[in-house]
């Protein structure tokens, strides 16, 4: 009997032992959580804070962006193609290479000039042959008209008494002479007239056959293209191309789900490679209508202009071009790079803004923050929300102020949790007490705990 009664009392006094240990575990919890300055509030998302390790931030004001990304490639915004006007030549030099600065009007490809020189004086001599033969036959035109006034007036010169039938037989004859010199002089005025515009043409364009193989810049710029070499012979077609370097645009293309976004004159931030962490400013110039390229071709003719090539690193059929002007200029900056372009669809300036996960909704539906005082007291202030962008949302309220220290949950272990001291609140988070003598302590539904695992020194569990 007293063996079973001590027996007894060394169950009670596990028992007991294991109380105080439960109570002191449940008091080390709720002091470890509210040193945390986990805030647990009135329904919503006020009960998911109490269940998290929570950090803070100082809440400051900053700019917010809403944006579309897009990724393009630099290209000069102004690009001309030249090519001769002549059907054939042989190419005699070529005075730039690619990479060479030209000036407007500077000579840039002579073709070779001996045949067409020949034609020239050859269209020369033909004009004044053609001259000369025209003067011989104005002259003869003249001269008979004046035969014909000449007999004419004979005719005429007695009067009209004693009028005969011959006599007005004779001045109607002459004045049928007249009117046919007349008629062919104006023939011949014709003729000449139609013969010496041929012959003029015929030097005008000899001329400017010579003067085409005399190729100049039609504007300033780097060379980026040379189609030819001495001794080719030209059939048509693009000798140079000619851009300007200092005028760049982005040639990108905007999926199908955002294009209905993207307007004309929308600003844009560029950054590249080659400029690191340098922002360049850029606003769109075009926005196709279509998917695919929206220029047409330029063609080979002389002196073509175009907007630049239209690829683009992520271009696909689906796409929607667009081009984005760059207002903003690095020297850095060359023809080819890729360009990573955000479009700005929206900002606002110099508000406050916090991550989302700091915006929470108390029972009532509105939005709040739980910020922290200096002295560690916790409380919630209302806010609106305004803008979102990725990560953060601009938020207002009369009781905001910079450096407000604004609590942010996460989801990481606490300090306690993290933790392997023996004895601590471990046991609690199911790890054990005492060196792992007691597996940890589980609360029932009626309230009651329960040791699992094992009791200390190795007693029996219950």
Not at 53 to 77: R, V
Not at 148 to 174: F, I, L, N, R
Not at 208 to 228: D, R, S
Not at 229 to 257: C, F, M
Request: glycine content about 12%; aromatic content about 4%.
């Amino acid at each position: 009997m007293r063996e079973g009664h001590k027996g007894r009392g060394k169950k009670g006094w596990i028992a007991a032992a294991a109380v105080v240990c439960v109570a002191a575990v449940v008091v080390l919890t709720a002091v470890v959580l509210h040193g945390k300055g986990v805030f647990a509030g009135e329904g919503g998302d006020e009960e998911n804070v109490g269940q998290t390790k929570a950090n803070t931030i100082s809440l400051t004001k900053m700019n917010l962006t809403n944006s579309i990304s897009a990724t393009g490639t630099l290209e000069s915004a102004k690009t001309k193609t030249v090519s001769a006007d002549l059907n054939q030549g042989k190419v005699k030099s070529v005075k730039v290479s690619v990479g060479d600065k030209v000036k407007k009007g500077q000579t840039i490809v002579l073709f070779d000039t001996d045949e067409l020189q020949d034609e020239q004086t050859e269209a020369e001599q033909t004009l004044a042959d053609t001259k000369e033969q025209n003067s011989r036959q104005l002259t003869s035109a003249k001269r008979k008209l004046a035969e014909a006034k000449k007999e004419y007036k004979k005719a005429t010169a007695g009067g009209k008494t004693g009028e005969s039938s011959g006599q007005t037989s004779v001045e109607s004859s002459g004045q049928s002479s007249v009117e046919t010199a007349e008629d062919e002089l104006a023939a011949v005025r014709a003729s000449n007239s139609k013969s010496l515009r041929e012959a003029q043409k015929a030097v005008d364009e000899a001329k400017e056959a010579l003067a085409a193989c005399t190729v100049k810049a039609p504007m300033g710029g780097t060379v980026t293209a040379v189609g030819v070499a001495e001794g080719d012979s030209y059939n048509g077609g693009d000798l140079v191309e000619i851009s300007d370097l200092t005028d760049l645009q982005v040639s990108t293309t905007v999926s199908e789900y955002d294009i209905s976004n993207v307007k004309k004159g929308q600003k844009v931030v560029i950054l590249t490679d080659a400029t690191g962490d340098t922002e360049i400013a850029g606003k769109i110039s075009y926005v196709a209508m279509t998917t695919g390229s929206g220029l047409l071709s330029s063609g080979s003719g002389g002196g073509s202009e175009s907007a630049g090539a239209s690829g683009s690193a992520d271009s696909s059929s689906a796409g929607y071009e667009v081009r984005i002007r760059l207002t903003g200029q690095e020297k850095e900056l060359r023809a080819g790079m890729t360009a990573k372009c955000s479009i700005i669809l929206k900002e606002v300036r110099d508000v406050y803004a916090v991550p989302y996960d700091a915006v929470h909704t108390n029972r009532d539906g509105d939005s709040v923050l739980y910020v922290e005082d200096e002295s560690g007291g916790q409380s919630q202030v209302a806010v609106t929300k305004g803008m979102e962008s990725d990560y953060y949302v601009e938020v207002s309220g009369d009781e905001l102020r910079e450096n407000l220290q604004v609590i942010i949950p996460t989801d990481e272990p606490s300090e306690a949790e993290e933790s392997e001291d023996e004895g601590g609140l471990n046991g609690f988070m199911g790890r054990g007490m005492n060196g792992g003598d007691m597996a940890g302590y589980h609360g029932n539904k009626e309230g009651r705990g329960n040791f699992g695992g094992g009791a200390p020194n190795g007693a029996p569990g219950m």
